[in-house]
């Protein structure tokens, strides 16, 4: 030990291991890897294919024919009882009608575009992909993909602005963006953050219940069963390297370098921060302005990946799931349309046909959503039999 190496802060363990933090560090590499932007990517691009066969087939959208047939019989309600001039059955089919042009797939495609731009900058080592600046082509394309989710997912960029689309491909454009939002989302990790004064993403937690959107309640394992579910797959966990020098930086400065850091503090975890990022608050709540205390960081791993054009082999390993996505074919045509009110509770068990064409929840679990074709049997989920409730379209 050197000379008042005493005086430097260190890390120290209270309920972290140093399995946890070998597995930490293995979850944060892999979610700023080439690999993990790259199956941002290819889930995004499944939802701009469908937009593209959308504006392609059927360049004007309406009404499927069972609600148009309800939409119309109302209108003849109103007519014959005065409440409305007989003109309104005038091309009732144009009263519910999206145009899908050129321009519409060109917005989604310059996401697409972002994407691909960012990942040969990225694989030929520039990471300044990440910045939030001119440079943050990575940035920009999850900015671009959340958007498309929030305009026809969520129906608007509030999520709730009553946004509605109409043709064939709408349903299936739908479903491939919850996917690929509940499958590893538009945006990997590693990015700078866009406001200063953040606290950390993440603090070391326990075990703890949550109250679920449905009423009851929803179980977070805490950090440690987190890391371990996110590594079951790994075969050999490399362990974390001890640095021969101490690179330190403290909340607020500039880091040096694009990398891992830890936090000296008790169970601190590890996060990412790239270089002349300020670094990081700590504390809860996580990854909120001026939120947590004023820390010590120390550089754990500088991220030097892909200098040489090559992925490290152990990118094979990161994410053992298939990158195969689901058959949305299925949901081509699917009537979204239905008698579903918000105040209503419908819960139904894997197996049993599903009652409405939409989003469904498992409970208990806040990222596990699917959207599902009317009369489809509602599936498992994560291997065993779950109750869904439906939450609209």
């Not at 004007?60 to 309104?88: H, T």
């Not at 498309?148 to 064939?168: L, N, S, T």
Request: with cysteine.
């Amino acid at each position: 030990m050197a000379l008042f190496d005493f005086l430097k802060p260190n890390w120290s363990a209270r309920k972290m291991t140093e399995d946890d933090r070998a597995r930490r560090l293995w979850v944060l590499k892999a979610f700023t890897s080439y690999t993990a932007w790259k199956r941002c990517r290819d889930r995004y691009a499944v939802f701009v294919n469908l937009m593209e066969l959308q504006c392609k087939e059927e360049p004007v959208g309406r009404l499927g024919p069972a609600e148009f047939a309800k939409y119309k019989a109302m209108v003849e309600r109103w007519v014959r009882n005065g409440e409305f001039p007989a003109k309104a059955l005038n091309n009732l089919e144009n009263d519910h009608r999206t145009d899908w042009d050129s321009s519409t797939y060109a917005r989604a495609l310059e996401g697409l575009s972002q994407y691909d731009r960012g990942l040969v900058q990225l694989r030929n080592g520039d990471r300044g992909v990440f910045l939030h600046n001119s440079r943050g082509l990575l940035e920009d394309a999850a900015n671009s993909a959340k958007y498309e989710y929030e305009i026809y997912y969520m129906g608007g960029p509030k999520g709730g602005d009553g946004m509605v689309f109409y043709g064939k491909y709408v349903p299936a454009m739908k479903a491939a963006l919850l996917w690929a939002a509940q499958h590893g989302g538009f945006n990997a990790g590693g990015m700078q953050p866009a406001m200063a004064e953040l606290s950390a993403p993440s603090v070391w937690t326990e075990p703890r219940d949550l109250p679920d959107p449905s009423g009851g309640k929803m179980h977070m394992p805490g950090s440690h069963v987190a890391l371990m579910e996110a590594t079951a797959h790994v075969k050999e966990l490399p362990r974390v390297p001890v640095p021969t020098q101490d690179i330190l930086v403290q909340t607020g400065e500039p880091c040096p370098v694009f990398g891992i850091y830890e936090p000296q503090v008790r169970d601190g975890m590890m996060a990412y921060m790239c270089q002349g990022q300020e670094a990081y608050r700590y504390g809860e709540p996580c990854n909120q302005p001026r939120a947590g205390t004023t820390v010590t960081w120390k550089l754990i791993w500088e991220d030097t990946r892909y200098r040489d054009g090559v992925i490290p082999e152990e990118e094979r390993d990161y994410f053992p799931e298939s990158n195969t996505p689901p058959d949305f074919s299925r949901l081509v045509g699917a009537e979204l349309a239905n008698d579903w009110r918000s105040d209503q509770l419908v819960v139904q068990r894997s197996g049993e046909p599903a009652k409405y064409t939409g989003t469904w929840a498992a409970q208990g679990d806040l990222h596990g959503r699917i959207f599902w074709r009317q009369g489809d049997p509602l599936p498992l989920h994560k291997g065993s039999a779950v109750d869904w409730v439906y939450s609209g379209v």
